[in-house]
Protein backbone atom coordinates (compact mmCIF):
# COMPACT_ATOMS: atom_id res chain seq x y z
CA UNK A 1 0.00 0.00 0.00
CA UNK A 2 2.70 2.55 0.79
CA UNK A 3 4.27 1.73 -2.32
CA UNK A 4 1.95 2.32 -4.38
CA UNK A 5 0.68 5.38 -2.74
CA UNK A 6 4.15 6.82 -3.05
CA UNK A 7 3.79 5.84 -7.17
CA UNK A 8 1.16 7.95 -7.65
CA UNK A 9 2.60 11.02 -5.72
CA UNK A 10 6.03 10.64 -7.84
CA UNK A 11 3.94 10.78 -10.34
CA UNK A 12 2.18 13.76 -9.68
CA UNK A 13 5.42 15.57 -8.41
CA UNK A 14 7.44 14.50 -11.86
CA UNK A 15 4.35 16.25 -13.43
CA UNK A 16 4.29 19.52 -11.66
CA UNK A 17 8.76 19.58 -11.61
CA UNK A 18 7.82 19.64 -15.43
CA UNK A 19 5.00 21.16 -15.71
CA UNK A 20 6.80 24.30 -13.44
CA UNK A 21 9.88 24.04 -15.83
CA UNK A 22 7.52 24.14 -19.17
CA UNK A 23 5.62 26.98 -17.11
CA UNK A 24 9.17 29.45 -16.24
CA UNK A 25 10.64 28.55 -19.43
CA UNK A 26 7.77 29.87 -21.40
CA UNK A 27 6.59 33.41 -19.26
CA UNK A 28 10.63 34.04 -19.00
CA UNK A 29 12.27 32.45 -21.82
CA UNK A 30 15.21 32.47 -19.23
CA UNK A 31 17.06 29.32 -18.91
CA UNK A 32 18.81 30.11 -15.83
CA UNK A 33 14.72 30.41 -13.88
CA UNK A 34 14.73 26.68 -14.76
CA UNK A 35 17.81 25.61 -13.28
CA UNK A 36 16.84 28.05 -10.54
CA UNK A 37 13.54 25.95 -9.60
CA UNK A 38 15.32 22.93 -10.07
CA UNK A 39 17.85 23.67 -7.22
CA UNK A 40 14.95 24.97 -5.37
CA UNK A 41 13.20 21.91 -5.38
CA UNK A 42 16.70 19.65 -4.72
CA UNK A 43 18.40 21.95 -2.20
CA UNK A 44 16.41 21.89 1.10
CA UNK A 45 17.01 17.83 0.62
CA UNK A 46 20.83 18.23 2.09
CA UNK A 47 20.03 20.99 4.37
CA UNK A 48 16.89 19.58 5.78
CA UNK A 49 17.75 16.29 5.78
CA UNK A 50 19.13 16.12 9.34
CA UNK A 51 16.57 17.49 10.93
CA UNK A 52 14.10 15.30 9.69
CA UNK A 53 15.92 12.15 10.50
CA UNK A 54 16.30 13.83 14.22
CA UNK A 55 12.46 14.63 14.18
CA UNK A 56 11.59 10.86 12.66
CA UNK A 57 13.89 9.56 15.85
CA UNK A 58 11.61 11.80 18.28
CA UNK A 59 8.20 12.19 16.93
CA UNK A 60 5.26 10.29 16.04
CA UNK A 61 6.31 8.91 12.14
CA UNK A 62 2.83 8.60 11.72
CA UNK A 63 1.80 12.17 12.22
CA UNK A 64 5.14 13.92 10.85
CA UNK A 65 4.33 12.11 7.48
CA UNK A 66 0.72 13.65 8.27
CA UNK A 67 1.92 17.11 8.60
CA UNK A 68 4.59 17.31 5.71
CA UNK A 69 1.85 15.82 3.23
CA UNK A 70 -0.57 17.92 4.24
CA UNK A 71 1.39 20.96 3.86
CA UNK A 72 2.80 19.39 0.56
CA UNK A 73 -0.98 19.63 -0.37
CA UNK A 74 -1.62 22.84 0.02
CA UNK A 75 1.25 24.24 -1.31
CA UNK A 76 0.35 22.04 -4.70
CA UNK A 77 -3.42 23.53 -3.84
CA UNK A 78 -1.97 27.49 -3.91
CA UNK A 79 0.16 26.19 -7.03
CA UNK A 80 -3.16 25.28 -8.84
CA UNK A 81 -4.95 28.41 -7.57
CA UNK A 82 -2.38 30.87 -8.92
CA UNK A 83 -2.61 28.87 -12.10
CA UNK A 84 -6.29 28.84 -12.90
CA UNK A 85 -6.47 32.61 -12.23
CA UNK A 86 -3.30 33.78 -14.14
CA UNK A 87 0.04 33.59 -14.60
CA UNK A 88 2.08 33.06 -11.09
CA UNK A 89 5.39 35.34 -10.55
CA UNK A 90 8.89 33.60 -11.13
CA UNK A 91 9.93 34.49 -7.45
CA UNK A 92 6.11 33.51 -6.11
CA UNK A 93 6.06 29.75 -7.96
CA UNK A 94 10.18 29.50 -6.76
CA UNK A 95 8.95 29.95 -3.44
CA UNK A 96 6.26 27.67 -3.22
CA UNK A 97 8.83 24.43 -4.82
CA UNK A 98 11.23 25.61 -2.19
CA UNK A 99 8.80 25.41 0.73
CA UNK A 100 7.71 22.02 -0.35
CA UNK A 101 11.24 20.71 -1.15
CA UNK A 102 11.65 21.58 2.83
CA UNK A 103 8.45 19.44 3.72
CA UNK A 104 9.47 16.60 1.24
CA UNK A 105 12.93 17.02 3.23
CA UNK A 106 11.63 16.41 6.74
CA UNK A 107 9.55 14.06 5.83
CA UNK A 108 11.86 11.50 3.27
CA UNK A 109 13.94 10.33 6.07
CA UNK A 110 10.33 9.04 8.29
CA UNK A 111 9.83 7.13 5.01
CA UNK A 112 12.56 5.33 4.52
CA UNK A 113 12.54 4.69 8.40
CA UNK A 114 9.09 3.15 8.02
CA UNK A 115 10.17 -0.03 5.94
CA UNK A 116 12.01 -1.73 8.14
CA UNK A 117 9.02 -1.81 10.47
CA UNK A 118 6.60 -2.91 7.82
CA UNK A 119 8.98 -6.02 6.06
CA UNK A 120 11.04 -8.67 7.82
CA UNK A 121 14.80 -8.46 7.89
CA UNK A 122 14.99 -11.30 4.83
CA UNK A 123 12.70 -8.20 2.48
CA UNK A 124 14.15 -5.41 3.41
CA UNK A 125 17.01 -5.36 0.55
CA UNK A 126 14.08 -5.67 -2.04
CA UNK A 127 11.88 -3.15 -0.53
CA UNK A 128 14.61 -0.65 -0.54
CA UNK A 129 15.02 -1.96 -4.28
CA UNK A 130 11.82 -1.23 -5.25
CA UNK A 131 11.26 2.35 -3.20
CA UNK A 132 13.98 3.60 -5.97
CA UNK A 133 12.46 1.46 -8.72
CA UNK A 134 9.10 3.53 -8.13
CA UNK A 135 11.17 6.87 -8.06
CA UNK A 136 12.69 5.96 -11.25
CA UNK A 137 9.03 4.54 -12.85
CA UNK A 138 7.31 7.98 -12.20
CA UNK A 139 10.10 9.43 -13.22
CA UNK A 140 9.41 8.11 -16.36
CA UNK A 141 5.70 8.39 -16.31
CA UNK A 142 5.44 12.05 -14.62
CA UNK A 143 6.68 13.85 -17.13
CA UNK A 144 5.56 12.10 -20.05
CA UNK A 145 2.18 12.24 -18.60
CA UNK A 146 2.61 16.08 -17.69
CA UNK A 147 2.74 16.58 -21.80
CA UNK A 148 -0.41 15.08 -22.21
CA UNK A 149 -2.40 16.45 -19.69
CA UNK A 150 -0.69 20.24 -20.27
CA UNK A 151 -1.72 20.19 -23.75
CA UNK A 152 -5.48 18.89 -22.64
CA UNK A 153 -6.39 21.24 -19.56
CA UNK A 154 -3.03 23.81 -19.21
CA UNK A 155 -0.64 24.28 -15.79
CA UNK A 156 -3.68 23.96 -13.47
CA UNK A 157 -4.41 20.77 -14.23
CA UNK A 158 -1.29 19.33 -13.67
CA UNK A 159 -0.81 21.08 -10.58
CA UNK A 160 -4.40 20.03 -9.02
CA UNK A 161 -3.41 16.34 -10.31
CA UNK A 162 -0.14 16.94 -8.15
CA UNK A 163 -2.45 18.23 -5.45
CA UNK A 164 -4.57 15.25 -5.16
CA UNK A 165 -2.02 12.64 -5.69
CA UNK A 166 -0.40 13.59 -2.08
CA UNK A 167 -3.70 12.27 -0.88
CA UNK A 168 -2.87 8.46 -1.73
CA UNK A 169 0.12 9.09 0.86
CA UNK A 170 -2.45 10.03 3.23
CA UNK A 171 -5.00 7.53 3.19
CA UNK A 172 -2.21 4.98 3.30
CA UNK A 173 -0.50 6.26 6.40
CA UNK A 174 -3.85 6.77 8.47
CA UNK A 175 -4.36 2.98 8.01
CA UNK A 176 -0.54 1.57 8.55
CA UNK A 177 -0.09 0.35 12.00
CA UNK A 178 3.39 1.99 13.05
CA UNK A 179 5.44 1.36 15.99
CA UNK A 180 5.67 4.55 18.96
CA UNK A 181 8.70 6.55 18.66
CA UNK A 182 12.24 5.82 21.27
CA UNK A 183 11.86 8.03 24.09
CA UNK A 184 14.88 10.90 23.80
CA UNK A 185 15.31 11.22 27.71
CA UNK A 186 15.14 14.92 27.49
CA UNK A 187 18.05 14.78 25.17
CA UNK A 188 18.41 18.00 23.08
CA UNK A 189 18.07 18.01 18.91
CA UNK A 190 21.93 18.94 18.54
CA UNK A 191 23.06 16.07 20.99
CA UNK A 192 20.27 13.88 19.52
CA UNK A 193 22.31 14.66 15.92
CA UNK A 194 25.51 14.26 17.25
CA UNK A 195 24.38 10.93 18.48
CA UNK A 196 23.33 9.79 15.08
CA UNK A 197 26.95 10.47 13.49
CA UNK A 198 28.69 9.17 16.78
CA UNK A 199 27.44 5.81 16.04
CA UNK A 200 28.08 6.15 12.15
CA UNK A 201 31.60 6.64 13.02
CA UNK A 202 31.99 4.16 15.31
CA UNK A 203 29.93 1.25 13.30
CA UNK A 204 32.66 -0.64 10.64
CA UNK A 205 29.81 -1.19 8.52
CA UNK A 206 28.17 2.36 8.52
CA UNK A 207 31.52 4.10 7.69
CA UNK A 208 32.10 1.69 5.16
CA UNK A 209 29.32 2.46 3.47
CA UNK A 210 29.53 6.42 3.59
CA UNK A 211 32.71 6.43 2.30
CA UNK A 212 31.62 4.53 -0.76
CA UNK A 213 28.24 6.49 -1.13
CA UNK A 214 30.63 9.60 -0.45
CA UNK A 215 33.15 8.05 -3.58
CA UNK A 216 29.71 6.68 -5.53
CA UNK A 217 27.71 9.85 -5.07
CA UNK A 218 30.64 12.52 -6.20
CA UNK A 219 31.78 11.08 -9.36
CA UNK A 220 29.23 8.98 -10.69
CA UNK A 221 25.78 10.31 -10.30
CA UNK A 222 26.40 13.54 -11.89
CA UNK A 223 25.96 11.75 -15.06
CA UNK A 224 21.90 12.15 -14.26
CA UNK A 225 22.38 15.53 -14.24
CA UNK A 226 24.62 16.05 -17.32
CA UNK A 227 22.30 13.16 -19.62
CA UNK A 228 20.45 16.44 -21.49
CA UNK A 229 24.08 18.20 -22.51
CA UNK A 230 25.13 14.54 -23.49
CA UNK A 231 22.22 14.52 -25.65
CA UNK A 232 22.51 17.89 -26.97
CA UNK A 233 26.15 18.76 -27.38
CA UNK A 234 27.35 15.15 -27.98
CA UNK A 235 24.63 13.67 -29.88
CA UNK A 236 22.95 16.72 -31.27
CA UNK A 237 19.53 14.89 -30.53
CA UNK A 238 17.93 18.08 -28.88
CA UNK A 239 14.44 17.10 -26.17
CA UNK A 240 13.94 13.79 -28.14
CA UNK A 241 17.64 12.31 -27.24
CA UNK A 242 17.64 13.31 -23.70
CA UNK A 243 13.80 11.86 -23.42
CA UNK A 244 15.40 8.42 -24.62
CA UNK A 245 18.23 8.35 -22.47
CA UNK A 246 16.51 9.31 -19.32
CA UNK A 247 13.92 6.48 -20.15
CA UNK A 248 16.97 4.09 -20.21
CA UNK A 249 18.37 5.50 -17.35
CA UNK A 250 14.82 4.92 -15.43
CA UNK A 251 14.69 1.34 -17.45
CA UNK A 252 18.15 -0.21 -16.10
CA UNK A 253 17.58 1.14 -12.81
CA UNK A 254 13.61 0.05 -12.38
CA UNK A 255 15.32 -3.73 -13.52
CA UNK A 256 17.75 -3.70 -10.75
CA UNK A 257 14.71 -2.69 -8.21
CA UNK A 258 13.03 -5.87 -9.41
CA UNK A 259 16.16 -8.34 -9.76
CA UNK A 260 18.23 -7.12 -6.24
CA UNK A 261 16.76 -9.20 -3.98
CA UNK A 262 17.49 -11.69 -5.71
CA UNK A 263 20.71 -11.16 -5.83
CA UNK A 264 21.34 -10.04 -2.30
CA UNK A 265 19.90 -13.09 -0.95
CA UNK A 266 21.97 -15.42 -3.24
CA UNK A 267 25.13 -13.99 -3.06
CA UNK A 268 25.26 -11.29 -0.10
CA UNK A 269 24.07 -7.82 0.09
CA UNK A 270 28.42 -7.06 0.60
CA UNK A 271 29.30 -9.22 -2.73
CA UNK A 272 26.24 -7.52 -4.85
CA UNK A 273 27.58 -4.17 -3.40
CA UNK A 274 30.79 -4.51 -4.30
CA UNK A 275 30.05 -5.92 -7.94
CA UNK A 276 27.94 -3.26 -8.91
CA UNK A 277 30.65 -0.46 -7.46
CA UNK A 278 33.83 -2.17 -9.30
CA UNK A 279 30.98 -2.42 -12.35
CA UNK A 280 29.86 0.89 -12.50
CA UNK A 281 33.09 2.82 -14.03
CA UNK A 282 33.21 0.73 -16.61
CA UNK A 283 29.91 0.93 -17.70
CA UNK A 284 30.12 5.15 -17.26
CA UNK A 285 33.36 4.73 -19.59
CA UNK A 286 31.24 2.80 -21.89
CA UNK A 287 28.68 5.79 -21.73
CA UNK A 288 31.37 8.37 -22.34
CA UNK A 289 32.36 6.84 -25.58
CA UNK A 290 29.97 5.25 -26.91
CA UNK A 291 29.86 6.47 -30.92
CA UNK A 292 25.83 7.18 -31.55
CA UNK A 293 22.69 7.63 -29.17
CA UNK A 294 21.81 3.70 -29.83
CA UNK A 295 25.02 3.19 -28.29
CA UNK A 296 24.73 5.13 -25.60
CA UNK A 297 21.38 4.08 -25.17
CA UNK A 298 22.53 0.60 -23.78
CA UNK A 299 25.03 1.60 -21.84
CA UNK A 300 23.30 4.04 -19.53
CA UNK A 301 20.88 1.77 -19.02
CA UNK A 302 23.98 -0.14 -17.87
CA UNK A 303 24.97 2.72 -15.61
CA UNK A 304 21.01 2.89 -14.65
CA UNK A 305 20.99 -0.43 -13.46
CA UNK A 306 24.69 -0.74 -11.68
CA UNK A 307 23.73 3.11 -10.00
CA UNK A 308 20.69 1.69 -8.50
CA UNK A 309 22.09 -1.32 -7.14
CA UNK A 310 24.83 0.73 -5.18
CA UNK A 311 22.42 3.01 -4.24
CA UNK A 312 19.84 0.72 -2.84
CA UNK A 313 22.54 -1.26 -1.74
CA UNK A 314 23.99 1.70 0.89
CA UNK A 315 20.07 2.28 2.20
CA UNK A 316 19.58 -1.15 3.32
CA UNK A 317 22.91 -2.50 4.50
CA UNK A 318 22.39 0.68 6.97
CA UNK A 319 18.84 0.02 7.50
CA UNK A 320 19.67 -3.34 8.36
CA UNK A 321 22.36 -2.52 10.92
CA UNK A 322 21.15 0.41 12.65
CA UNK A 323 18.92 -0.09 15.84
CA UNK A 324 15.43 1.66 15.60
CA UNK A 325 16.17 4.49 17.71
CA UNK A 326 18.83 5.72 15.55
CA UNK A 327 17.75 5.06 12.40
CA UNK A 328 16.30 8.10 11.09
CA UNK A 329 19.43 9.86 12.60
CA UNK A 330 21.59 7.55 10.50
CA UNK A 331 19.61 7.12 7.40
CA UNK A 332 19.56 11.20 7.03
CA UNK A 333 23.30 11.40 7.29
CA UNK A 334 23.18 9.20 4.01
CA UNK A 335 20.77 11.39 2.66
CA UNK A 336 22.73 14.44 3.25
CA UNK A 337 25.52 13.30 1.49
CA UNK A 338 23.17 12.32 -1.47
CA UNK A 339 21.72 15.66 -1.00
CA UNK A 340 24.94 17.51 -0.67
CA UNK A 341 27.64 15.99 -3.15
CA UNK A 342 25.00 15.23 -6.17
CA UNK A 343 24.51 18.72 -7.26
CA UNK A 344 28.25 19.78 -6.16
CA UNK A 345 29.50 17.09 -8.33
CA UNK A 346 27.09 18.26 -11.26
CA UNK A 347 28.47 21.48 -11.11
CA UNK A 348 31.96 20.69 -11.13
CA UNK A 349 31.78 18.19 -13.76
CA UNK A 350 29.78 20.57 -15.94
CA UNK A 351 32.30 23.12 -15.62
CA UNK A 352 35.07 20.70 -16.65
CA UNK A 353 32.97 19.79 -19.04
CA UNK A 354 32.74 22.83 -20.81
CA UNK A 355 37.25 23.21 -20.83
CA UNK A 356 37.81 20.11 -22.15
CA UNK A 357 34.41 18.40 -22.91
CA UNK A 358 31.85 15.86 -22.00
CA UNK A 359 33.28 12.47 -23.14
CA UNK A 360 36.26 13.34 -21.43
CA UNK A 361 35.07 14.56 -18.18
CA UNK A 362 32.55 11.62 -17.87
CA UNK A 363 35.46 8.84 -18.76
CA UNK A 364 38.05 11.04 -16.41
CA UNK A 365 35.73 10.20 -13.50
CA UNK A 366 34.98 6.66 -14.21
CA UNK A 367 38.98 6.68 -14.69
CA UNK A 368 39.35 8.05 -11.26
CA UNK A 369 36.49 6.19 -9.48
CA UNK A 370 38.02 2.67 -10.43
CA UNK A 371 41.49 4.20 -9.42
CA UNK A 372 40.32 4.74 -6.02
CA UNK A 373 38.34 1.45 -5.79
CA UNK A 374 41.81 -0.29 -6.29
CA UNK A 375 43.84 1.51 -3.99
CA UNK A 376 41.45 1.23 -1.44
CA UNK A 377 41.60 -2.44 -2.08
CA UNK A 378 45.26 -2.44 -2.19
CA UNK A 379 46.10 -0.09 0.97
CA UNK A 380 43.46 -1.25 3.08
CA UNK A 381 42.89 -5.34 2.06
CA UNK A 382 40.34 -6.16 5.27
CA UNK A 383 38.57 -2.53 4.83
CA UNK A 384 35.74 -4.41 3.70
CA UNK A 385 35.79 -7.36 6.69
CA UNK A 386 33.27 -4.74 8.57
CA UNK A 387 30.54 -5.85 6.26
CA UNK A 388 30.55 -8.80 7.97
CA UNK A 389 31.02 -7.00 11.80
CA UNK A 390 28.51 -7.25 14.36
CA UNK A 391 26.37 -3.79 14.61
CA UNK A 392 27.88 -1.36 16.94
CA UNK A 393 25.69 -1.38 20.13
CA UNK A 394 24.10 1.61 21.22
CA UNK A 395 23.73 2.70 24.57
CA UNK A 396 22.54 6.71 23.86
CA UNK A 397 18.76 7.87 25.26
CA UNK A 398 16.72 5.29 24.33
CA UNK A 399 19.17 2.18 24.85
CA UNK A 400 16.42 0.68 27.02
CA UNK A 401 13.46 1.64 24.30
CA UNK A 402 12.41 -1.26 22.53
CA UNK A 403 9.78 -0.13 19.12
CA UNK A 404 6.78 -2.44 19.20
CA UNK A 405 7.34 -5.12 16.00
Known amino acids: MLWTAAFVSNIGTWMETVGVGILLT ?22 LGPLGGILADRLSRRMLLLTTTT ?26 VFAGGCAQAIGFPTYQTLLPDLVPPEDLVGAVALSSAQWN ?32 VIIVIILLRLPPP ?35 TFLAAPFIALIPAMSQLVFDTGAGGTAALVTAQGIGAVAMGFTLASL ?65 RV ?19 GQI ?15 LMLAILAIARIAYPRFTDGLRAPPTAFHGEAAGAVEAP
Open 26 to 47: AQTGDPGWTGLVAAAGFLPGGL
Open 71 to 96: IQILLAAVLTYLASTGTPSPITVTLI
Open 137 to 168: LGRIIGPALAGIVIGLGGYALAFGLNAISFFA
Open 182 to 216: AHHGGVSMFESFRQGVSYTKNDPALRIVVAYMILN
Open 264 to 328: AARFGSGRVLFAVLWGLPPALFFYAIAPTIQVSFIAILLVGFLYLGALSSFMSIAQLRVPAALRG
Open 331 to 349: LSLLILVLGTLYPLGSIIQ
Open 353 to 367: ADVIGLRATTAGTAI
